[in-house]
């Protein structure tokens, strides 16, 4: 996976989750959100595709996602709502997921460049929001791991 930096993690979250897309916003930052999903996620995203129907394909293409998951790349856009619709969703009409664990870590993301190790302090700032919200973590890991395991050709 590639590593890049947390706080341009927290932008693309803003842009993502949010709706509001930026023209300064760098064109690297989509690789970010999609590097944080942990491997747990990406096992729930996969026994979900193990599981579904044979005729998914069709329910797929009547699901529409509630918010653009890339603000620039309609390619990404096409590709998470075809074959990750219902997790994007998921997260977008849980509060625990948007609202909470997501307003949480762009709160990271603010937090003060003082010294020492800013990027350890974010670190932490985002554990402390996965323990806090559980609940939330895993809905936005789930739809983070899908369109990192089903469109990572298409979203990079």
Same mark, same amino acid.
């Given at each position: %996976?590639?590593?890049? $930096?947390?706080? #341009?993690? %927290?932008? #693309?979250?803003?842009?993502?989750?949010? =709706? +509001?897309?930026?023209?300064?916003? $760098?064109?690297?930052?989509?690789?970010?959100?999609?590097? /944080?999903? $942990?491997?747990?996620?990406? !096992?729930?995203?996969?026994?979900?595709?193990? !599981?579904?129907?044979?005729?998914?394909?069709?329910?797929?293409?009547? *699901?529409?996602? @509630? @918010?653009?998951?890339?603000? @620039? !790349?309609?390619? +990404?856009?096409?590709?998470?709502?075809? @074959?990750? *619709?219902?997790?994007?969703?998921? +997260? #977008?009409?849980?509060?625990?997921?948007?609202?909470?664990?997501?307003? +949480? /870590?762009? &709160?990271?993301?603010?937090?003060?460049?003082?010294?020492?190790?800013?990027?350890?302090?974010?670190?932490?700032?985002?554990?402390? *929001?996965?323990? &806090?919200? $559980?609940?939330?973590? &895993?809905?936005?890991?789930?739809? /983070?791991?899908?369109?990192?395991?089903? *469109? =990572?050709?298409?979203?990079?």
């Amino acid at each position: %996976m590639r590593h890049v $930096p947390v706080v #341009l993690l %927290m932008v #693309l979250l803003v842009v993502l989750l949010s =709706g +509001c897309a930026s023209s300064a916003e $760098p064109a690297t930052t989509g690789d970010a959100a999609r590097d /944080i999903a $942990p491997d747990v996620a990406l !096992d729930v995203a996969l026994e979900a595709q193990d !599981d579904a129907p044979s005729d998914a394909s069709a329910d797929a293409a009547s *699901c529409t996602l @509630k @918010k653009p998951y890339s603000s @620039k !790349d309609a390619t +990404c856009n096409a590709c998470a709502e075809a @074959k990750c *619709c219902a997790e994007v969703n998921g +997260c #977008l009409a849980d509060p625990r997921c948007d609202d909470h664990y997501v307003n +949480c /870590i762009l &709160a990271c993301a603010l937090l003060p460049p003082d010294a020492g190790d800013a990027g350890a302090a974010v670190d932490a700032c985002v554990a402390d *929001c996965g323990a &806090a919200h $559980p609940q939330g973590k &895993a809905a936005y890991d789930t739809a /983070i791991g899908c369109v990192d395991t089903r *469109c =990572g050709g298409d979203c990079e």
